[in-house]
């Protein structure tokens, strides 16, 4: 397994003058992450937004590789979430390590911005770790009302050729779907610790 590579991005805020303080819910009609974003940057609630949906396109973008999953973890009530992504080998270096990415976006304070971490591992590692998944029945219909105010949204993407499934869920989601958002918040836990961000993840 390599190293660690960080990659921070985080921007002072500024303040404009006369500019009222005020939260922007990020809740687009593409199926992006949605969040509350105290900020005046607009270009920096689209980065923090797009890394958040999709890790592997924030700076430094992983290209030609396939990605196998996406998590991701947003509270209502703290302005820090993260996201995963787990890519495979690079296409055109056979025998490259997969990545692990965990993107770590802070929204408010005097260092909002985004901080991103990668972290090598083997493919057969990271193919074992979605392979997890593979036995947890979920039901895509008829499923339970999951409705609340506060708390924490996830969410989980993969794909496999012209299939993909995106799923989100309030805390611990639908009664139907809690084998499956468990091992996912578990998951979670696993590629922050991976990740060494030092602090646990309240998942």
């Given at each position: ?32 992450v ?37 998590l991701?973890?947003a ?7 993260h ?6 080998s ?33 493919e ?80």
């Amino acid at each position: 397994m390599g190293g660690i590579s960080t990659y921070p991005h985080d921007e002072p805020m500024i303040r404009p003058k006369h500019a009222p303080r005020t939260a922007q819910r990020l809740t687009p009609s593409s199926g992006r992450v949605p969040m509350v974003a105290m900020t005046y940057d607009p270009d920096l609630i689209q980065r923090i937004e797009a890394a958040m949906s999709e890790p592997e396109s924030a700076d430094p973008p992983l290209r030609r590789r396939r990605v196998l999953l996406r998590l991701s973890r947003a509270p209502s009530l703290a302005f820090t979430s993260h996201a995963w992504v787990i890519v495979a080998s690079d296409a055109r270096r056979p025998g490259s390590p997969a990545i692990v990415r965990e993107v770590c976006c802070t929204r408010s304070g005097a260092r909002a911005g985004l901080t991103v971490r990668d972290v090598e591992t083997d493919e057969a590692t990271a193919s074992a770790w979605c392979r997890e998944a593979t036995a947890i029945p979920v039901p895509l219909v008829g499923f339970e009302d999951n409705l609340g105010c506060d708390g924490t949204t996830y969410t989980l993407f993969a794909q496999g050729g012209f299939a993909f499934v995106n799923l989100s869920w309030w805390c611990d989601g639908p009664r139907e779907w809690r084998p499956l958002t468990a091992w996912a918040r578990a998951l979670m836990e696993r590629l922050h610790d991976l990740a060494g961000q030092g602090e646990p993840l309240e998942v």
